[in-house]
C-alpha cells in the first residue's frame, strides 16, 4: 500500500499555544486529503478537508504543499478539549483513503 | 444527523467462537470499509465494497475473516474460528464514493479470550 507518515508525538504543549503536524504523502498523483480527529477510545472522526488552496476553520488552519507532498495541520489557541490524536487521510488514485497511523497531541493546563 | 451504526458495541468471547460484527451504512452512501485498529497498527483497512461489490479484500486473513454485503443497508464482517490475536476495535466507515471522507461507525471492541 502507499504510505503516509505522521510524527506520532506526543506533542505536550501549554493552553494557548499554537501547534503545527505534517503528514507526508507518496504518490503526486493523489488527489483528496483530509484531517481526522480521533478521542481516546472513540472513532475517528472528521476534522476538515484539506483544499489546494488551504482551508480554515476557527483556530484550524489545512495546508497543502504539492511540491513537497505533505498536508499540514495548524491548531491556534489552543484549548484543553483539543487533546486527541489527529490522522490524516490521503486519497491515492483508484484506492480508497490512506490513514496515518496519527499524531498525538496533549494540551495542558 | 446521518451516523454509520454498528453493532455490537462490545463483545467477548471465547477463542474458537465465531463472532459477526454488523455495519448500517449511511443511507445513499454506495462505499463501505471495515477496518482494525490497534494500539500497535493504527487503522488497517480490511476490506472494502462499492455498490455491494467486494472491491479488496487484501488486508483480511482470508481462512477465518469473511465479509459481506447483504444488502445496501447492511454489511457484516466475520471471523471464525476467533483467536486472542483477533481482539482490536474494529470500525465500519462509509462513502459516498472514492476519495470522498469517511464517516465512521462507534466500532466494535472485541475481545477474545
Known amino acids: 500500500r502507499k504510505e503516509v507518515e505522521q510524527d506520532p508525538g506526543p506533542f505536550n504543549v501549554p493552553e494557548g499555544a499554537t501547534v503545527a503536524f505534517n503528514c507526508t504523502y507518496s504518490?503526486?498523483?493523489?488527489?483528496?486529503f483530509f484531517w481526522y480527529r480521533q478521542d481516546c477510545r472513540k472513532e475517528p472522526k472528521l476534522l476538515m478537508s484539506?483544499?489546494?488552496s488551504g482551508n480554515e476553520d476557527g483556530r484550524f488552519t489545512a495546508q497543502l504543499n504539492r511540491a513537497s507532498q505533505y498536508i499540514s495541520l495548524l491548531i491556534r489557541d489552543s484549548k484543553l478539549s483539543d487533546s486527541a490524536t489527529y490522522l490524516c487521510?490521503?486519497?491515492?488514485?483508484?484506492?480508497?483513503?490512506?490513514f496515518g497511523k496519527g499524531t498525538r497531541l496533549s494540551v495542558i493546563a | 444527523d446521518a451516523r454509520v451504526t454498528q453493532t455490537p458495541r462490545h463483545k467477548v468471547t471465547e477463542m474458537g467462537q465465531e463472532v459477526t460484527m454488523r455495519c448500517q451504512p449511511i443511507l445513499g452512501h454506495n462505499t463501505v470499509f471495515w477496518y482494525r485498529q490497534t494500539m500497535m497498527q493504527g487503522l488497517e483497512l480490511l476490506a472494502y465494497?462499492?455498490?455491494?461489490?467486494?472491491?479488496?479484500d487484501s488486508g483480511m486473513p482470508k481462512d477465518r475473516f469473511s465479509a459481506e454485503m447483504p444488502d445496501a443497508t447492511l454489511a457484516t464482517l466475520k471471523i471464525q474460528p476467533s483467536e486472542p490475536r483477533d481482539s482490536a476495535v474494529y470500525f465500519c466507515?462509509?462513502?459516498?464514493?472514492?476519495?470522498?471522507?469517511?464517516?465512521f461507525g462507534d466500532g466494535t471492541r472485541l475481545s477474545i479470550l
Open positions: 466507515a462509509s462513502a459516498q464514493g472514492g476519495g470522498q471522507p469517511q464517516h
Open positions: 465494497f462499492r455498490n455491494r461489490a467486494p472491491l479488496d
Open positions: 504518490n503526486s498523483a493523489s488527489q483528496s
Open positions: 487521510a490521503v486519497n491515492y488514485p483508484g484506492e480508497p483513503l490512506v
Open positions: 484539506v483544499y489546494s
